[in-house]
């Protein structure tokens, strides 16, 4: 079955700098992946989706992703973060039909 | 366009209460989901109709949990009895007919069971 695992709990970041935010999925077909974020009391959004082609995929917000089929890897990245960018933010895998989540990670942003 | 609209975003309950949430999903939506989100985790499917169909409900617990979909439109989500390890966040979300895992989600309701 598919999975998600994102290993960071909480990133702290300074307004300002640059944020990765990691995701390594398990699937054995090629997946479709996905980034969603969710601000405190509010539902989840979708950032960007990658399902084929161009490995790096742009997203709302100014977020990019890029899928690395060798590491099973579709980390997340923004060149410089905004405050309004704090929230909760989870990597997504389809397969066999449902939509599987990872924990998510928290961002802070400190300014 | 109105997005996926849920009601109550807040309840709060005894344990042993029944409890039931409400789903408007974005028109010309065919599939609804319901998701459960603890603290902490990220949401897991519950149940997800095409139209009035229950396609996958292997997640929902059955002895306590119901859902329906009447007339494929809205949804109702019923917890009877609620226990204290239900208290949770439900979303629902839809999407367009076909599924390829881009959803909308509504805010949720937020479930307190004392």
């Known amino acids: 079955a598919q999975s998600v695992t994102q290993p960071d709990i909480h990133i702290t970041v300074s307004e300002g700098a640059s944020l990765e935010l990691r995701c390594n999925y398990s699937?054995?077909?090629?997946?479709?992946l996905f980034w969603y974020v969710q601000s405190p009391g509010q539902g989840l959004q979708l950032l960007l989706k990658?399902?084929?082609?161009?490995?790096l995929v742009q997203g709302i917000k100014g977020f990019e992703a890029e899928f690395k089929r060798s590491q099973s890897s579709f980390n997340l990245r923004k060149p410089s973060v905004h405050w309004s960018d704090a929230a909760e933010y989870f990597c997504?895998?389809?397969?066999?039909?449902?939509?599987?989540f990872g924990a998510g990670t928290i961002l802070r942003v400190k300014s | 366009e109105a997005g996926v609209v849920q009601s109550p975003r807040y309840k709060i309950i005894e344990k042993k209460q029944p409890v039931a949430f409400w789903c408007n999903p974005i028109?010309?939506?065919?599939?609804l989901y319901w998701y459960l989100q603890n603290l902490g985790q990220g949401p897991e499917l519950l149940i997800r109709?095409?139209?009035?169909?229950?396609?996958?409900d292997s997640q929902l617990p059955k002895d306590r949990f119901s859902a329906e979909r009447l007339k494929g439109v809205d949804s109702t989500l019923k917890i009877q009895p609620a226990e204290l390890g239900d208290s949770a966040v439900y979303l629902c979300?839809?999407?367009?007919?076909?599924?390829?895992?881009?959803?909308?989600f509504g805010e949720g309701s937020r479930l307190t069971v004392l």
């Open positions: 979300a839809s999407s367009p007919r076909g599924y390829n895992g881009e959803l909308f």
């Open positions: 028109s010309g939506h065919n599939t």
């Open positions: 990658y399902f084929s082609g161009d490995t």
């Open positions: 699937y054995g077909a090629t997946p479709y």
């Open positions: 997504a895998v389809v397969g066999g039909n449902k939509l599987v």
């Open positions: 109709y095409e139209n009035e169909e229950a396609v996958d």
